[in-house]
């Protein structure tokens, strides 16, 4: 069973950084897109950044220039490095992937979430 767990949230101060990691277990044959998401009190769940498995990186217009995602294909993991923190990217951080478990089998899988609170 494929399991993806977050770490790293926590609270900071306006201006500050803060770093999520995310790490895939169990059986995986390969991992394809991963990427994280974020959903504050009341809103929709919102795309933050993504990375393909060749290292190409996509970011929402809010967070860039501030945020940067990587992954390390061999340890199965992804990070999250945010940079200039703000109040208003307080949220509960989702870590997603595009797995195949079995080479013909490709399914989408969540972590728990992690909470980032922005606050001085």
């Known amino acids: 069973q494929v399991r993806l767990v977050e770490s790293g949230g926590g609270l900071v101060q306006p201006g500050g950084p803060l770093r999520l990691s995310c790490t895939a277990s169990g059986t995986i044959f390969s991992i394809d897109t991963m990427a994280w998401y974020r959903q504050a009190p009341g809103t929709q769940r919102e795309l933050v950044a993504t990375?393909?498995?060749?290292?190409?990186?996509n970011y929402a217009d809010s967070v860039k220039g501030r945020f940067t995602i990587s992954r390390d294909n061999a340890e199965k993991t992804v990070a999250l490095q945010m940079n200039s923190l703000k109040p208003e990217d307080t949220a509960v951080y989702y870590c997603?992937?595009?797995?195949?478990?079995?080479?013909?089998?490709?399914?989408?899988?969540w972590g728990q979430g992690t909470q980032v609170t922005v606050s001085s």
């Open positions: 990375i393909t498995s060749a290292g190409s990186t």
């Open positions: 997603n992937a595009n797995i195949r478990p079995y080479r013909f089998t490709n399914l989408i899988y």
